[in-house]
């Protein structure tokens, strides 16, 4: 009998940036383990490195090592990506930072590199999978991982939540724009989620403030695999009328 799993995404081939961490590191395993053929994407080299060791079946898994601030460095980065696994289906952005800066803190050069990775990087890949050369021209998907704090506002996090409300109304437009193409484009928005950069965070609280934002998420902190279910379903078949929309992953944050 035939595969009838809508999350099968056997034959499609699949860029994660942000791989080596976090949510973009489970999403790697989970869209892999799915039948996709990754390009895994991060400037942390060992962390990359360290993702082999994870895969089921190591077949299908080009790394490629690149700083995503360097946005004009992207089309190449693409290519390679091409060159190594074949023209991609979809791309899956992850990579991002976040950082701290109350507003009369914050330097020029300080925002911009929090918006060169989380929003332009993703402007460019988008770009880049709306190409001929780089498109497979079917099963086409894109999401970027967003934030609730595109959303709602939080001391400190200007640089960071004007990085990802950006994102969303972007993802917008370019849904509308590649939808004749037959690519989706879509925002994931969680809540706080247990990874390496939420820990960065995380460190800066005492007891009592960790369980005040633990206890803003009804469902409690989140994981990186919640996020990468979210991810597939986006992805895969599960997803294909949907486009444009931001899908908020946050344990019930944004409920209240
Ligand atoms: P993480 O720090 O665990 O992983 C981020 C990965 O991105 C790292 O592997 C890092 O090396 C890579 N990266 C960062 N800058 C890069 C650059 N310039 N070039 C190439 N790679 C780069 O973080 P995470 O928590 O998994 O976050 C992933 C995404 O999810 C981010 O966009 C983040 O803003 C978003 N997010 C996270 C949370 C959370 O609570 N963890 C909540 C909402 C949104």
């Known amino acids: 009998m035939a595969d009838l799993n809508p999350l099968r995404l056997d034959g499609r081939h699949i860029l994660v940036t942000g791989a080596s961490s976090g949510i973009g590191r489970r999403t790697a395993l989970m869209l892999h383990a799915l039948g996709a053929s990754l390009s895994v994407v991060d400037r942390d080299e060992a962390g990359l490195a360290s993702l082999d060791a994870e895969f089921c079946a190591g077949n299908g898994v080009a790394r490629q090592v690149a700083d995503l601030s360097d946005i004009a460095g992207i089309e190449e980065l693409v290519s390679r990506c091409v060159a190594a696994g074949g023209k991609l289906h979809g791309v899956v952005h992850c990579a991002g930072i976040q950082e701290i800066m109350p507003v009369r803190t914050l330097q020029i050069d300080g925002w911009r590199r929090i918006f060169a990775v989380n929003t332009e990087a993703a402007l460019m890949l988008g770009k880049c999978l709306s190409s001929k050369k780089v498109y497979a021209g079917h099963h086409g998907s894109i999401v970027f991982i967003s934030s609730v704090m595109g959303m709602v ?3 400190g996090a200007v640089a960071y939540s004007m990085s990802k409300a950006a994102l969303d109304g972007m993802a ?14 879509n925002c994931i ?15 800066l609280w005492d007891e009592a403030t960790r369980k005040a934002v633990e206890d803003l998420h009804p469902l409690g902190f989140g994981e990186a695999e919640d996020v990468a279910h979210a991810v ?7 997803g294909r009328w949907i486009t444009g929309s931001t899908l908020v992953v946050d344990g019930g944050y944004l409920a209240r």
């Open 153 to 155: 506002g939080s001391a």
């Open 172 to 185: 917008r437009s370019l849904s509308l724009e590649l939808a004749p193409r037959g690519i989706r484009v």
């Open 189 to 203: 928005a969680p809540g706080f989620v247990r990874t390496p950069l939420f820990e960065q965070t995380e460190r």
């Open 232 to 238: 597939a379903f986006l992805v895969a078949d599960t």
